[in-house]
């Protein structure tokens, strides 16, 4: 698909596509198959969200976040979360995401830029309630010989105080 | 069924002689009379913190914080001074300020439009010539805490109507304080990380007094994925020291004995930027061989002070994290983590400085998450019927045998009392809940 240009359908069932497996993968805990599909320059920032008042320019830190990730922390998180020791993890929390309204809003041919919508229903143990974590993601997805990977990832959560005990998963 | 004002004071009397054996009774961790008490006599009575200096550093800045569940308004007023408003209007309650933080000359109630300037004077009252004539606005501004006051920069209130002043509740506390905020110009970057946790606000509490004996086990899969700090990872050779009858706050320090001086980890370039001369000579020495140093205030502040990383690849950076763990309800709470960096050394450094303290302790740090998941499920044990009936208590014996590790340090030259091995004693733990014990049975105030 390098250098072609798609209709915008296609491109978008073919960006689906990747969002829906790489979902899969960290559904299934999969973690180090994930990681595999992220570029070795990878910036991904999770930022903190503050209650503002409606004038605000913005209701997201430029300074603090839950994550703010590269390629090499990312390769610590998901090796650590996959060790017998990871407590947060073992039994493992059942996670469901839902992928939805992906938007393309930019291909430069080499990149695609695109904004999706995530919501990820996530219980553990006994629990009957389930945490429910909602945001919209500002990805940038990049063409390469292996097919998409994540170059960028932007995580705008819809929550100011996190609903859940611990964010030991991947957004 | 017993009534639960009778309950409070059987767990009480129960708690007056367990302490004495080195036990706590396990259904303080999640019961609602107790909880009920603990609002009153607890963050009703003590010095509570409220945030730092640089997270207001305008006139007109304000964060929203509370004191217990109570909501308050922590503001820098025009004069410079910091205030702490009880956000509810004088007229018929309501919340006066609704964001989390901004900058504002005045707040005004969405309800009547009474309007108060940011020191917490009513200055406007709409028609008030037709309708409040009578009103005297000098009686009528925000309520504020009655005590207010900084150490170092960093702002506690009281809202008991006696209380001793800050440093005498600080105590001990101060001679520790002052290492990191009169030592280092110390800043918090951005907001802080804020999460609910089924928990109760005694058990991180408890684990933040000095328990470094879960580490090992608690931490492995951190430790074994090579970050954190330089002396878990086994980096540094350490000697921990567990520092208790401190006024009621404890302390642990990893002291690494080395030429090279270690500063929490800061490099030579981050240290040439401390206030060096600010020490006495024994705590500049305790200072320069610091690998992490951690400890809690009563009742809910804590902190740690680690030198390590995110990932093993890179270099090791010092960096500051300040935490409150909310009292939510009875085996719940919210955490509230604050992240400092030097302010004088470069933004490169101190955006280093952030993501260790992220990655390590944070709703999604490396140890913390860890941390959390074991702790959950304690206030389901706490709360049954069974630890009721069957008087389950926890255990903190540990270092009490002949053979003990722990053993008292003779020419300790800090307050309070200073052990060898500090991570093989409950000293610092019983602290907590001794104190915890006093404040709950004090009739007379603090």
Known sequence: MQGETTSSHELRHECEAFLYHT??????????????????????????????????????????????????????????????????????????????????????????????????????????????????????LRRTDDGFKIAERLVLLDHTIIPTNTLSIIL | MESGFNRVQRILDDMGDSLDVGEVPMEILNNDAVYEEELDRIFGQTWVYIGHESEVPEPGDYRQRTIGEDPFIFVRDEDGEFRVLFNSCRHRGANVCRAEKGNTSHFRCPYH??????????????????????????????????????????????????????EEHLGGATWFLDMYFDLIDMEVIGDPHRWEVENDWKTPTENFYGDNYHIPMGHKSAIEAGVGSDTATGEKESELYGIADCDGHAFSFYQIESDEPSYWGHPPEVVETFNHDALTEEQHEVARKSGVTLGTMFPNLSFIFLGGRDDPEKESVGTFLLRKWEPRGAGKMEVVNWIFAPKHA??????????????????????????????????????????????????????????????????????????????????NQLDFYRTWYETMTDNGGT
């Open chain 2, 346 to 427: 470069s933004d490169e450094y101190k955006e280093r400085a952030y993501e260790v303290g992220m990655s390590s302790f944070s709703p999604a740090g490396n140890f913390e998450v860890d941390d959390v998941g074991i702790w959950y499920g304690i206030d389901d044990a706490a709360g049954s019927v069974f630890a009721r009936k069957n008087d389950v208590h926890t255990k903190f014996t540990m270092g009490s045998g002949d053979n003990a590790a722990a053993t008292v340090v003779d020419d300790w030259v800090g307050p309070g009392t200073a052990y060898r091995e500090g991570g093989m004693t409950d000293e």
């Open chain 1, 23 to 140: 979902a899969e993968l960290l559904d299934n805990r999969q973690l180090s198959d994930w990681h595999d599909l992220v570029t070795e320059d990878i910036d991904y920032r999770v930022p903190i969200r503050t209650t503002r008042e409606r004038s605000s320019d913005t209701e997201f830190s430029d300074s603090s976040f839950h994550m703010k990730e590269d390629w090499g922390t990312l390769k610590v998180r998901t090796e650590r979360m996959s060790s017998d020791f990871a407590w947060s993890e073992d039994p493992p929390s059942r996670t469901r995401r839902n992928v939805s309204n992906v938007r393309i809003v930019d291909d430069d041919g080499t990149e695609v830029e695109l904004k999706n919508n995530l919501l990820i229903f996530r219980q553990q143990g006994d629990e009957t309630e389930a945490d429910l974590l909602s945001m919209e993601r500002h990805d940038t």
């Open chain 2, 113 to 166: 439009g009474w309007t108060y300037d940011n020191s917490g004077d009513l200055v406007g009252v709409p028609q008030k010539s037709a309708g409040f004539d009578h009103l005297d606005a000098d009686d009528h501004g925000l309520h504020q805490a009655p005590h207010v006051d900084d150490y170092k920069g960093l702002v506690f209130a009281c809202i008991a109507p006696e209380a001793p002043s800050l």
